[in-house]
């Protein structure tokens, strides 16, 4: 079985400022790993995803991720955030075996302020 | 290409009554998953279909339950309805086969009174 933790419920940050949203993950087995986000009565769409490869995984928006097995981490950060930015985000894995369970964290709320 | 469409947007229920959500995927997709989200507890899994079979499911009581039609179409149904089933639902829908990002609807906003 998955599971997914994000660590912060909610995030403050000034505009222009950098910011990390952090995720940690457990599996009995290999992953894929993502990073969805939602804006205000929307549904989810998807940042960035890490299948294998290159540890570092770059995104839409200027956001990336690096993934990191030993420490079972998915972190997301951007070098500096806008107004725009301001959304719930949802890190999320599913086995690599073909399970076809995509397993959500319970989201961080990033605030960008002026 | 169209994207993932969910009917309804928005419903009220009483405690007690039952009602039926609708999530047409895009085309081509095969693979129809359905989440659960709340505040504070993020999404949480329920079931997901793939060429009308269900191959997965979550923690749900058997209250909740779905079926996908041979268009990939689904519908997911709740009966017996109960106050902390307010939540909005949301389907999203995967080719079928591999890695893939899910394509998610806006989803239906669920009040039961």
Redesign the interface.
């Known amino acids: 079985a998955q599971s997914v933790t994000q660590l912060d419920s909610q995030v403050p940050v000034f505009e222009e400022a950098p910011v990390e949203l952090r995720c940690n993950y457990s599996s009995s087995v290999s992953v894929y790993l993502f990073w969805y986000v939602q804006y205000p009565n929307q549904g989810l769409q998807l940042l960035l995803k890490y299948l294998s490869g290159s540890t570092l995984v770059k995104g839409i928006n200027g956001f990336e991720a690096e993934f990191n097995k030993s420490q079972t981490s998915f972190h997301l950060r951007k070098p500096s955030v806008h107004i725009s930015d301001t959304a719930e985000y949802f890190c999320a894995v599913s086995p690599n075996t073909g399970g076809f369970k995509t397993i959500f964290g319970a989201g961080t709320r990033l605030f960008v302020k002026a | 290409k169209a994207g993932?469409t969910q009917t309804p947007r928005y419903l009220i229920k009483t405690r007690g009554q039952q009602v039926t959500l609708s999530c047409s995927p895009i085309s081509g997709h095969r693979?129809v998953?359905w989440?659960q989200q709340t505040p504070?507890?993020?999404?949480q899994?329920l079931f997901?279909y793939?060429s009308e079979t269900q191959?997965?499911k979550g923690n749900f009581p058997g209250r909740f339950s779905g079926r996908q039609f041979s268009n990939s179409r689904s519908e997911m149904n709740v009966s017996t309805l109960e106050l902390g089933d307010s939540a909005l639902y949301?389907c999203?829908s995967?080719q079928g086969?591999?890695?893939g990002?899910?394509f998610?609807?806006?989803?239906s906003r669920l009040t039961v009174l």
């Open positions: 993932v693979s998953s989440y504070g507890q993020g999404l899994f997901e793939f191959r997965n949301l999203a995967f086969q591999g890695a990002e899910l998610f609807g806006e989803g």
